[in-house]
């Protein structure tokens, strides 16, 4: 075997075993985990309902929904607008009803999400209850994190679970509770 064929044989198998070791080092790379495609649409859902005026919330009435800082019982500074225009949209149709329902994610114990949820909710009425909203026309509701948005337990997802969803109704409150 000449010089040139030892060389080159020595230069293949050096590129076979690169090549080798680059998919090993491939393999251990972390992929980041997909996003859920249910954030996507909620955020997407929740951006285009939030700039809607309260005239525009009072024909569609859909609200979007409101997401909370982890173990936070207090009203995001976002929340405001959102929640003005809601009581707008009461004060300016007397037969409308609202449900707050408030949502956890899976951190903590069941009876504390309960607990959590419940407060959130009872939090977004007292608010609009202080923008001139008889309290009887709103009902809250706890979910805790039996509800749950997305499954994905990122901090993304957690934080996409931790809500006040609300839902207009002009049903008389016997025919719902």
């Known amino acids: 075997m ?16 690169a090549c080798a070791s680059a998919d090993k080092q491939n393999e251990k790379i972390e992929r980041p985990a997909k996003r859920d495609p249910a954030i ?27 997401t909370y800082k982890f173990d936070s019982i207090r009203p995001p ?13 009461m004060t300016d149709n007397p037969s409308l009803h609202l449900i707050c329902e408030g949502h956890t994610d899976i951190v ?15 939090a977004m009425k007292s608010y609009i209850v202080s923008r001139g909203v008889n309290a009887e026309r709103i009902r809250t509701q706890s979910h805790g994190a039996d509800r749950p948005v ?8 957690r934080q996409a679970n931790r809500r006040v969803e609300f839902t207009f109704t002009r049903r008389k409150w016997q025919s719902i509770y």
Do not use: H
């Open 2 to 17: 000449n010089f040139k064929s030892l060389l080159l044989c020595a230069g293949a198998s050096l590129l076979v075993c």
């Open 40 to 66: 996507a649409a909620q955020t997407q859902r929740n951006e285009k309902l939030a700039r809607q005026t309260a005239a525009q919330m009072g024909k569609s009435l859909k609200v979007p929904s409101i």
């Open 77 to 89: 500074e976002e929340s405001y607008p959102i929640l003005d225009k809601i009581a707008t949209v």
């Open 108 to 122: 903590g114990d069941k009876e504390y999400n309960y607990w959590l949820g419940g407060a959130r909710a009872a």
């Open 150 to 157: 997305t499954l994905d337990t990122s901090s993304e997802g």
